[in-house]
């Protein structure tokens, strides 16, 4: 028989959740520097007291909300990634849908243009590598492993592409024209792993 769960257990991860949640909204809409605690806090529906309860300042709560973006990110990559079992056809749909993710407000201003300056280049690089380096690093060795590309080193070549990957968010979101930039970038992307295809 489960046990309940104690209920000040239950509102306290609520509360943290709506925190979260409202600071992801905030952070996308104002950036970090436009952002006031009290802005969140009040969004949440909490005290300023209740938001120190679970997050030691600004920093701490922006770096959960970086975590909440890239979990969901993880989340989404790792369902297009399954619905196939074709390892190429995956790669070009995780592919389309990873550039897809570059589009939205919440991926450019927190994880991509925010997310270094506040986190500093080697906490968010490190950051970066515990959630979408994952995926592409799996993508690549499925790859590498089933024969359907060159037999290079993985870690170096999944390097590669999430380098590439990355510049890319990055000139997605700094672009005047996403759109046309995430389709440039899909096709160069595209044209390089095609040229790694054994034939």
């Known amino acids: 028989m489960a046990t309940a769960r104690?209920?000040?257990?239950?509102?306290?991860?609520?509360?943290?959740?709506a925190l979260v949640d409202s600071a992801v909204e905030l952070f996308t809409e104002h950036g970090y520097a436009g952002t006031s605690l009290e802005e969140i806090a009040?969004?949440?529906r909490v005290t300023k007291g209740a938001?120190?309860?679970h997050f030691g300042g600004k920093q701490a709560l922006f770096e959960a909300a970086f975590d909440a973006v890239e979990t969901n990110v993880v989340a989404r990559l790792a369902g297009v990634l399954s619905e196939t079992g074709d390892r190429w056809e995956a790669t070009w749909s995780g592919l389309s849908a990873f550039?897809?993710?570059?589009?939205?407000?919440?991926?450019?201003?927190?994880?991509?243009r925010d997310g270094p300056a506040v986190m500093g280049w080697e906490r968010w690089?490190?950051?970066?590598?515990?959630?979408?380096?994952?995926?592409?690093r799996a993508?690549?060795?499925?790859?590498?492993?089933?024969g359907a590309i060159d037999p290079l080193p993985v870690d170096a070549l999944a390097r590669v592409v999430f380098g590439s990957l990355s510049a890319g968010a990055t000139a997605?979101?700094?672009s005047d024209s996403p759109e046309q930039?995430?389709?440039d970038v899909e096709a160069c992307v595209a044209r390089v792993l095609e040229g790694l295809r054994t034939r």
């Open 42 to 44: 009040k969004r949440a």
């Open 139 to 146: 993508v690549v060795a499925g790859l590498v492993e089933s």
């Open 51 to 53: 938001l120190y309860h």
């Open 172 to 174: 997605i979101a700094g």
């Open 99 to 112: 550039l897809d993710v570059c589009l939205e407000p919440s991926y450019q201003r927190i994880v991509v």
């Open 125 to 136: 690089r490190s950051a970066e590598e515990t959630h979408t380096f994952g995926v592409v």
């Open 6 to 17: 104690p209920r000040r257990l239950e509102y306290s991860e609520s509360t943290r959740q």
């Open 181 to 183: 930039v995430k389709a």
